[in-house]
């Protein structure tokens, strides 16, 4: 097949399933591995796949596992994943004086879930300078509170760097062999964790508008776009939400014994994490089923479009959210922001939603049949957490088969690449159409 023939979607989809190949060769090898630990292919594979779709779901311990070299190549795998194949090759193409073409730049709107073409370029230099810097910073404020308050050593800013990149990617991944657990009555460490986890989920266009926001000279009458409006509105909405509701449905139960201001960081920690985190402060197997069940909820959701994170994305929601509010109102147009929505974009959220819940209760279903030894809510919330590419997990996952760990990847995979380009990658190019049948209508509900 000649390269000219293959669609962006289908190039794109080669070039992560590719990477994702790469990478489990590279940390099967012997190279990352601590001396005298061992690792089939399969949990490699697995491995590779979850931090190339930065989702954090293991079936090994990192801490105990990987040689630094294999911690390097986890951070990179991160990276590539998190920002993104096309955000680092456009900065490879402009350095080397490369053309970026028609196609590079489709495959760059793909890729970033982007309309149009017009300042993708531009875009991706931009995109990557502020997400270096915003990791640099993490990392330096870790890096300096793990060496004085600490017994870290040397590796202080190493953990720093790990764990900034791994919560600004919202990758998921620790090297402290319990996540956060260890820090969960240090609230400057989950305070940073939590302020880069919604920097990298809360959309890549939504950072640069602020940015642009902060440099502009008359910043009252700058005009944020309708997606940052409508994105930043349903982010912070569903954190307050899922804040209060953990608050309220955990305060007779694991709350009951803990101080307030504890209570408070677990669920704010939790209602960020499970947007597409994946870090933990706490078992979540501490938990009622009930808040198991709205994590998975919130894990479903994922981040916003344009971001780290996966999911069917917060402006999925919430176009479908105003779609069914202004239906059972009798409006024919949705009006948001003193903007109407286009019918293309409600269309393509309920798509998008709607393939989301049918791709979710088939996942649930088959690996409920892979893994009958788990109940519901496990098998659920593992399922959840893998198309969000989040990473909580109710501690399943080293038990999974050989086809639970497959069907995951194949989930955290199809999290990462998104629900779009999936079904792009079904189109074939066909000739207008020349005739219409006549319409009927069906009856619906």
């Not at 940390?27 to 979850?50: E, I, R, W």
Request: with cysteine; glycine share 8%; proline share 3%.
């Amino acid at each position: 097949m000649k390269l000219k023939k293959v669609s962006p979607a289908q190039l794109l989809f080669f070039i992560y399933l590719s990477a994702a190949a790469v990478s489990s060769i590279l940390l099967y090898l012997p190279f990352s591995h601590k001396p005298g630990v061992d690792v089939d292919f399969l949990d490699a594979l697995f491995t590779a796949v979850s931090a190339i779709s930065v989702t954090g779901l293991t079936v090994v311990n990192t801490a105990e596992t990987f040689s630094p070299v294999g911690v390097f190549l986890l951070m990179v795998m991160n990276q590539f994943g998190g920002i993104g194949f096309m955000t680092l090759s456009t900065f490879l193409w402009m350095a080397t004086g490369q053309r970026i073409g028609i196609q590079r730049r489709q495959m760059i709107m793909l890729d970033q879930n982007r309309s149009d073409l017009s300042g993708l370029v531009r875009l991706m230099r931009d995109l990557l300078v502020l997400s270096l810097a915003i990791e640099a910073v993490g990392a330096l404020i870790l890096g300096t509170y793990f060496y004085f308050s600490y017994p870290y050593g040397k590796n202080a800013f190493l953990y720093g760097i790990f764990s900034s990149i791994s919560a600004f990617t919202n990758a998921g991944f620790d090297i402290f062999g319990n996540s956060l657990i260890g820090f969960s009555e240090d609230y400057i460490v989950q305070s940073v964790n939590i302020a880069l986890m919604v920097a990298g989920g809360i959309g890549f266009p939504v950072l640069m508008e602020l940015k642009e926001w902060f440099l502009s000279g008359n910043r009252r009458n700058f005009r944020f776009s309708l997606f940052t409006k409508i994105t930043v509105t349903t982010y912070f909405v569903l954190l307050i939400l899922g804040t209060g509701v953990l608050w309220l449905l955990e305060t007779p139960h694991f709350y009951a014994d803990q101080s307030w201001h504890r209570s408070f960081f677990y669920s704010l920690f939790n209602s960020v994490t499970a947007r597409s985190g994946g870090l933990a402060t706490m078992d979540i197997n501490e938990y009622t089923t009930p808040s198991q069940l709205f994590l998975s909820f919130l894990m479903f959701i994922g981040a916003s479009p344009s971001s780290v994170g996966g999911g069917i994305r917060t402006t999925t929601l919430a176009v479908v959210a105003l779609a069914v509010y202004n239906y059972a109102r009798g409006q024919r147009y949705i009006r948001v922001f003193r903007r109407e929505l286009l019918d293309e974009d409600v269309r393509k959220a309920s798509v998008v939603f709607s393939t989301g819940v049918l791709l979710l209760a088939v996942s649930v279903f088959l690996v409920s049949v892979e893994q009958p030894q788990h109940t519901l809510m496990e098998v659920m919330f593992e399922v959840s957490s893998a198309f969000g590419t989040c990473g909580l997990s109710m501690g399943i996952t080293p038990e999974l088969t050989a086809a639970g760990k497959i069907s995951i990847m194949v989930l955290m995979f199809m999290g990462r690449i998104g629900i779009l380009v999936l079904l792009f990658l079904l189109r074939r190019q066909t000739p207008p159409e020349t005739y219409h049948y006549p319409r009927e209508r069906v009856i619906i509900g």
